[in-house]
C-alpha cells in the first residue's frame, strides 16, 4: 500500500524560473499565428459517444471554454421504428405526427383539451416536438462562428456519432473559413465534408480480405468505407476518452478514503451489453462468475459494476452467483459512480468484450486487462480484439489467471495521440490553439 500511495503522492517539482539570457517565447499579441480559444461540442445523446469529444476537447485545453448543443431523436411510439431515417428527416415527421396529434384532439376532445393547449395553440407534446426540431441548430453556429471571428478567434467543432454528420458537416460547408470541423468515429460520407476525421483502426476492417470474403460481391459495393483512409484521417487503436494521468491522479486523492482499506490486489469488474456484433446473454454471465470464483484466492477483493445496457438477466445472475461472496461489492447504481476511484485504484481489470470504451479506458491505466466474450464478437470488432492481442495491451479472461501477478504495456493514449494531429493540423492552417 505504500508503494501505491508513494506512486499518486510524488512530491511536485516546480520548474527553475527562466535565465535573464534565456530566449523568450512570443506574446500572443506579436504571434502571426491565428489563436484558436473555444469550442462546440456537438453530442448526439449517447454518453460513450460524447464523451469521445469531450475527452478530445479536454486534452486541447478547451474544457473551460466550449459550448455544448447535442443532437437527439424523438423517443418512444412509433419513433422506435425510425431510429434508421436520418434525424432531420425523423425529427420532421415526428413533429408532424404531433401536430396532427394535437389538432386532433383539439376537434374531438376541445371541451377537455382547452385547459391544457400552450399559448401557441399546440399541446405540450406538440410544443416538445418543434423544440426538438431546434436542437444544435446549424444556422445558430454558423453565425456564432462567423460574427465572432475577428474578435474570438476560430471555433473548434467536435461531434462524434452518426445523428451528429449532417449538422457537423453543415457548418463545415457553411463557415470553412471560421471553423476547424473534427468528426469522430468514421462518418460513411465523403471526408473532404470535415477538416478531420478520427475513427478506429477497426472502421477499416471492411477492406480487409477476411471482411471481404463475408460479404457477396453484389453487397460490396454498399459497405463503407469503400477507400482506405487518406491524410486527414487520424486513426486510432480504441475509442476516446477523458482518462490520463492527471485524471487518475485526482480520482486517486478523491476515492482515497474509499479505497486505500480495500484489500489488495483490488479486481475490477466492468459489464456492458451486448450489441449487434457482440451478442450474449445469461450464458456469458455464469461463465464470468464461474471464471472470478475461480481467481477469488488470488484477489484481495473484487468489485463489479453493470452499465446502463446490461440486461437485467445478465445482472441478476451476477448477483445470484456471487452477492454472497465477502470478497465481492457490487456497485447498487447509486451516486457517486465510483467509475474514475475503479481506474485509479485497481490493480486489474475484467471487461466484456462489446465495450469499446470501457476497454480503451481501462487499457489508458498500463494496467492488466482481461476481456471475456470476444470470440463472441463478429465483424469489426474481432479485429478490435485482435489488434489489441497483438499489441499485449489485453488478454483472455479464462479463469486461471493469478491476479496477484501483475504485468504491463504501454498505455493507450489515443486521445493526446489525436490532439496532437488536431495541433498540427490547426499549425498548417496557420492557427494554433490557445497556450
Not at 11 to 23: H, N, R, V
Not at 72 to 96: C, F
Amino acid at each position: 500500500m505504500n508503494g501505491m500511495k508513494s506512486a499518486w503522492m510524488r512530491p511536485i517539482q516546480l520548474p527553475e524560473p527562466p535565465s535573464p539570457t534565456a530566449p523568450r517565447s512570443t506574446p500572443d499579441v506579436f504571434d502571426s499565428a491565428i489563436i484558436v480559444r473555444r469550442a462546440v461540442v456537438i453530442g448526439n445523446g449517447f454518453p460513450s459517444s460524447e464523451n469521445q469529444s469531450l475527452g478530445l476537447v479536454r486534452a486541447l485545453g478547451l474544457s473551460d471554454n466550449h459550448l455544448f448543443y447535442r443532437v437527439t431523436r424523438p423517443k418512444g411510439g412509433i419513433n422506435e421504428l425510425l431510429q434508421w431515417l436520418p434525424v432531420s428527416l425523423h425529427k420532421k415527421i415526428d413533429y408532424i405526427i404531433r401536430i396532427f396529434r394535437a389538432c386532433s384532439q383539439l376537434v374531438f376532445k376541445s371541451h377537455i383539451q382547452h385547459a391544457k393547449l400552450g399559448r401557441n395553440g399546440f399541446s405540450d407534446s406538440a410544443a416538445e416536438g418543434l423544440l426538438a426540431v431546434l436542437e444544435a441548430d446549424v444556422k445558430h453556429i454558423v453565425n456564432l462562428a462567423r460574427d465572432s471571428f475577428e474578435k474570438e478567434g476560430p471555433l473548434l467543432v467536435v461531434a462524434s456519432g452518426r445523428d451528429t454528420i449532417s449538422t457537423a458537416s453543415s457548418i463545415k460547408r457553411l463557415a470553412s473559413e471560421s471553423v476547424f470541423v473534427v468528426q469522430i468515429q468514421h462518418p460513411r460520407v465523403h471526408l473532404h465534408r470535415f477538416d478531420m476525421v478520427i475513427t478506429p483502426r477497426h472502421d477499416y476492417y471492411p477492406l480487409t480480405p477476411q471482411a471481404q470474403k463475408q460479404v457477396p460481391r453484389v453487397l460490396r459495393r454498399w459497405i463503407t468505407p469503400r477507400e482506405p483512409a487518406d491524410s486527414h484521417v487520424v486513426l486510432t487503436m480504441g475509442a476516446l476518452h477523458q482518462i490520463d494521468f492527471a485524471s487518475l491522479r485526482n480520482a486517486a486523492i478523491t476515492w482515497h478514503d474509499v479505497f486505500a482499506s480495500v484489500p489488495k490486489p483490488l479486481l475490477v469488474v466492468n459489464i456492458g451489453g451486448p450489441t449487434r456484433n457482440c451478442r450474449y446473454g445469461v450464458d456469458l454471465a455464469k461463465q464470468l462468475a464461474a471464471s472470478l470464483l475461480n481467481v477469488l484466492a488470488s484477489c484481495g477483493s473484487v468489485r463489479i459494476s453493470f452499465s446502463e445496457r446490461t440486461p437485467q438477466k445478465v445482472s441478476y445472475t451476477i448477483l445470484k452467483e456471487l452477492g454472497g461472496n465477502p470478497k465481492v461489492y457490487i456497485w447498487d447504481g447509486q451516486e457517486p459512480n465510483p467509475h474514475l476511484g475503479h481506474l485509479a485504484w485497481a490493480d486489474a481489470f475484467v471487461v466484456t468484450a462489446d465495450s469499446v470504451s470501457m476497454i480503451s479506458e481501462a487499457c489508458s491505466t498500463g494496467k492488466p486487462v482481461y476481456v471475456i466474450g470476444a470470440e463472441r464478437c463478429k465483424w469489426k470488432f474481432t479485429e478490435f480484439h485482435k489488434l489489441l492481442r497483438e499489441k499485449g495491451v489485453v488478454r483472455p479472461f479464462t479463469g486461471s489467471e493469478d491476479i496477484s501477478e501483475s504485468w504491463s504495456y504501454p498505455p493507450l493514449n489515443d486521445t493526446a495521440d489525436a490532439a496532437k494531429k488536431v495541433r498540427e493540423s490547426l499549425a498548417a492552417r496557420g492557427w494554433k490553439l490557445k497556450t
